[in-house]
Each structure stands twice: as C-alpha cells, then as structure tokens.
C-alpha cells in the first residue's frame, strides 16, 4: 500500500508528509518565493531565466535525495498550487490537477518567454506564478506524480 503524500509549501522550500500520519517525509529546498527571487526577482521572463529556473529546481530535487513510495499520491491546500489549477481552467473546492495541465501551463510559459504568446493565453505577469509552474512541474515529473489534488483550506 502506498503512502498518500500531502505538498506543503513556506518560501523557501517544498515539504512532503504522510498525509495520514502528518510525518515529514522529505524537504525540496526550491519554494516559490526562492525560486522567484533567484530567477525573476527583477520582474522579467527571459528564455534564459526559465532554463536557469528549471536547472536550479531540478538540482535540489536531486540533492533532496526523496524516498517516495512509487504511485504515491499527492495532495496539497497550497494557495500557489490553487491557483495554477484555476489558471488550467479548474474550478471547485477540490481540484484535480493532472501533469498534461501541468504541461499546458508551462508550455504557456515558454511561449510568453519567448514573446510568442497571445494575451488571452499568456500566464499572469507575475515572477511567483512564473516560479510556481517550475516549481510544481519539476516536482511532478522528476518525483513520478501524475498530478495533485488540490484540496480546499482546512480540509484534514
């Protein structure tokens, strides 16, 4: 039996429990904020700024060195997390937000990198958007998540 994992987000950093037990599993030393200072904190979206965001977030996955049971699934109330569901065109208390979104979301990003987007499909100008797409796109693929479940605030 796998162990559902519940995603908590601080600035700095990614943290995985159980969600049964509330136990800390792990820690991925890429949060949105550090992300977003590191990479965008001067407001822009450069091509180059994305690559050095996707290299420096895949570097402390790796060095985090997770332990997570295979077919795991993920389950978070982060606001950043919310938010990047509603821009993938969810709605409801409880989302389901799949890779292909995730995929979506970023492809979005790389086209509005490169100038390439329309303005109906371009991402919120917004560095901790811009760091939250990496952040949860590095996180599902490199760890083996096929998505995350978007849970309402407050929920258990």
Known sequence: MTTPLLLTLSPVAAHFHDARTGALIGTVGAG???ISDQ???DGTLTPIALERAIEWTEDRIQAARLQLSAGAGLATHAPEIRH???????????????ID????????????AFGQSSPQDSLPY???VFASVVMLREMLHHLHFDGVTVEPPGTA
Not at 84 to 98: I, K, S, V, W, Y
């Open 126 to 128: 917004s560095p901790r």
């Open 84 to 98: 990047l569901a509603e821009l993938a065109g969810l709605q409801g208390p409880t989302l389901h937000l799949r």
């Open 39 to 41: 990479h965008f904190g």
């Open 101 to 112: 979104a995730v995929e979506q979301l970023f492809s979005r990003l790389v086209l509005q």
């Open 32 to 34: 949105p904020q550090a």
